[in-house]
């Protein structure tokens, strides 16, 4: 009763009751059975296979017929036949599908890098036009050098003005006398009325 409770539990696994076959890697057998298809696919297995069943004909058929294990018929031939026949397809099918599972993941992980090559691509296409627009508003040295030229253009030209504006001021000015002193031009009676007007009256 106890052990009936224990096996109605669902906090522990249930043992499977029955017969146990015998564990097998997986992989190993996939490897192997790789391999046995891999050598049946190939012309040597054709030539060797050919080889054998030539032999077996012609012992079974010109030897004595006491050294013959298979006459004509050959009845022991085609069980042979028949038992490599039935394991070896499903030899070759596990292969298929060992094949078809890696062309599988080799098709996603293909999947997966082009999606992400495809995302590299537009990331560095956005950043190529955004330097191309950041590009268009950037000074080249063709326009540099124009604005250059430009500017000692208008410098020249300012100096010209300059030295021309000194020149006229130059002109304007009235000659002095040697040694210093008022000017030539100037007239000295309104000069002396002035100071006469500002002298004190005597008596």
């Known amino acids: 009763m106890a052990d009936r409770r224990r096996a109605e539990r669902l906090d522990q696994p ?4 029955g ?3 015998p564990r097998v890697d997986q992989e190993t057998f996939g490897k192997w059975a790789e391999g046995i298809a891999r050598s049946m696919g190939t012309a ?9 069943l030539g032999a077996w004909f012609v012992w079974n058929t010109l030897a004595p ?8 018929t050959f009845t022991f031939l085609t069980l042979i036949l028949s038992i ?10 596990l292969a298929q599908n060992r094949q078809s599972d890696r062309d599988r993941i080799a098709l996603e992980e293909d999947r997966r890098r082009a999606t992400m090559q495809k995302a590299d691509t537009e990331y560095l296409a956005r950043e190529i036009a955004a330097l191309r627009i950041a590009m268009g508003e950037v000074a080249t040295r063709d326009f540099v050098r124009s604005e250059l030229a430009r500017l000692a253009e208008e410098l020249d030209e300012a100096a010209q003005r ?5 020149l006229r001021q130059q002109g304007r000015e009235a000659p002095r006398r040697p040694g210093g002193g008022e000017p030539l031009d100037e007239p000295r009676d309104d000069l002396d009325g002035d100071h006469a007007r500002d002298r004190p009256t005597e008596g």
């Open 14 to 17: 249930h043992v499977p009751r």
């Open 19 to 21: 017969l146990r076959l």
């Open 44 to 52: 040597l297995f054709i030539v060797y296979m050919t080889l054998v």
């Open 65 to 72: 017929e006491r050294a013959r294990f298979d006459p004509y």
């Open 84 to 93: 490599q026949a039935s394991y070896a397809a499903p030899l070759i099918l």
């Open 162 to 166: 300059r030295q021309r504006r000194e």
